[in-house]
């Protein structure tokens, strides 16, 4: 892992998260990399992180779905080797994946996996094209907007438990802390390659507020 870094913000202020290389990010380097063309992706089920930790940024980004990828974007990870538990992640799935699903659940792309169904469900493009997202952390609230539509409006100070989500719904079990205990600052990190199914991911940026 190299050092944060310190490429040169734009005059709004977003800067990309990773440098061209990748020197930046701390990942298995047998499994991560960046095409000519700015493109990330995975050969396996490993994450790639930020070289530091973040607190009140926004962070846009583009993915491609593979057929029934699973994938997100992890953030507020306080521990990189047991991140599960010890982080928000925000949902990148094909919706498209189960035909017979009819309504977003906590596992749809735009989800915060677990705790929260995005407010609208398929806006995810179907395999082979590119999807843009933005997530804007402040604190405790974290909104997620997919393809130019806010999907989620989250409060983590409202959950306070760790086995059920503020509308009775269950959290999975590998999920136990409460996210109002959770700390607002940690490390972004992107999922790899889930199974047979690929992530592309281009354009990642970030702008601390």
């Not at 298995?28 to 995975?42: L, N, P």
């Not at 994946?97 to 609208?120: E, I, M, N, R």
């Not at 802390?177 to 999922?191: D, S």
Request: net charge neutral; with cysteine; aromatic share 10%.
């Amino acid at each position: 892992m190299c050092a944060l870094f310190s490429g040169t913000a734009d005059a709004k202020g977003w800067q990309p998260l990773f440098a061209a290389d990748l020197s930046n990010a701390d990942c298995d380097r047998a499994v991560w990399s960046i095409d000519k063309d700015g493109v990330i992706s995975a050969t396996a089920d490993q994450a790639i992180w930020s070289a530091g930790t973040y607190e009140n940024f926004e962070l846009e980004l583009e993915f491609k779905n593979d057929k029934c990828t699973n994938s997100g974007v992890v953030i507020y990870c306080t521990d990189k080797k047991d991140w599960i538990p010890n982080a928000v992640e925000i949902q990148i799935a094909d919706d498209y994946c189960d035909s017979s699903a009819s309504s977003a659940s906590t596992g749809s792309c735009g989800a915060v996996y677990g705790h929260l169904a995005p407010s609208a469900f398929r806006l995810v493009k179907k395999p082979g094209e590119w999807n843009k997202m933005k997530i804007t952390a402040k604190g405790k609230n974290i909104q997620v907007t997919l393809n130019g539509k806010k999907v989620i409006n989250m409060d983590m100070s409202l959950w306070t438990s760790g086995k059920t989500n503020p509308d009775g719904s269950e959290i999975p079990s590998w999920l136990p802390k409460p996210y109002a205990e959770l700390p607002t600052k940690g490390y972004i990190g992107f999922q790899g390659k889930h199974g047979q199914a690929l992530i592309w991911f281009r354009n990642i940026r970030i702008k601390e507020l």
